[in-house]
């Protein structure tokens, strides 16, 4: 049977991992193309809308892990499996490869459709889209990405945050996943329309500051605030 091609907007780095319960950790970056989902902060639409798929190349596993290879030196290190969502691609050979080489795979997902290779994964971010995205949250397509994941990968949960009504989301999820680690981020407010947009910084780090006391006086003192590490130190910047 002909191997199904992947579509990828970018591969990148090394660098670091800017956000959740990776964060910091060396990564290398494979971001596919195409989404399911159409936030309204969306901050990589060049990998979900359709006006970019001209820039999606369909690529083999073996010609992705080519790339990966060279980036990083064949030294063995996680590579992040991010998008749009990554979760309609067919990537289940693309991590057997890498895994027989010593890599590690996160793959970050909103939790809207579940594979069976979930469970291939060492680290599965889940990360549902609150009020403020513009898109309605399925509860049982969740659960089923956790079911598919099985006992393989550390399963956590990542929600940005914007304003009441997404903490409120953010606590209710909680609650119905009360197994899951849970990190919250404040959100990106001026997403790039060009890839040299300047962000809001100052509103960002007041976002977090509310954050963190809107956590600490409700004494939710299971969850775990962090910024996006990458937004803090390249803004809009597309590639680290």
């Known amino acids: ?52 798929r001209d820039e999606w190349a369909p690529m083999a596993a073996d010609e992705i892990w080519a790339k990966v290879e060279a980036l990083s030196g064949r030294r063995p290190l996680t590579v992040s499996l991010s998008g749009g969502n990554p979760a309609i691609q067919p990537l289940a050979p693309l991590i057997g490869r890498g895994k027989r080489d010593g890599y590690r795979f996160a793959l970050e997902t909103q939790g809207s459709i579940a594979q069976d290779w979930f469970s291939a994964l060492d680290h599965l971010i889940l990360s549902p889209k609150p009020p403020s995205s513009g898109m309605g949250f399925d509860e049982a397509a969740l659960r089923d990405c956790v079911k598919a994941a099985g006992d393989g990968p550390e399963i956590a949960m990542k929600i940005v945050i914007f304003d009441e009504g997404d903490y409120a989301f953010a606590k209710s999820v909680a609650r119905s996943f009360e197994t899951l680690p849970v990190f919250l981020q404040p959100g990106n407010h001026t997403p790039p329309v060009n890839d040299d947009d300047r962000i ?10 509310w954050l963190v006391d809107r956590v600490t006086s409700d004494r939710w003192f299971g969850a775990r605030v962090l910024p996006q590490l990458h937004v803090l130190m390249w803004g809009n910047m597309r590639g680290v």
């Not at 910091?24 to 979900?48: E, I, K």
């Not at 809001?200 to 007041?206: A, E, Q, V």
């Open 200 to 209: 809001d910084l100052d509103g960002i780090l007041n976002r977090m500051r």
């Open 1 to 52: 049977m002909r191997e199904q091609k992947i579509r990828v907007s970018e591969i990148f780095g090394p660098t670091i991992q800017g956000e959740g319960p990776l964060c910091g950790l060396p990564t290398v970056f494979v971001r596919t193309g195409g989404c399911d989902y159409r936030c309204s902060w969306c901050d990589t639409l060049h990998a979900v809308d359709s006006a970019y």
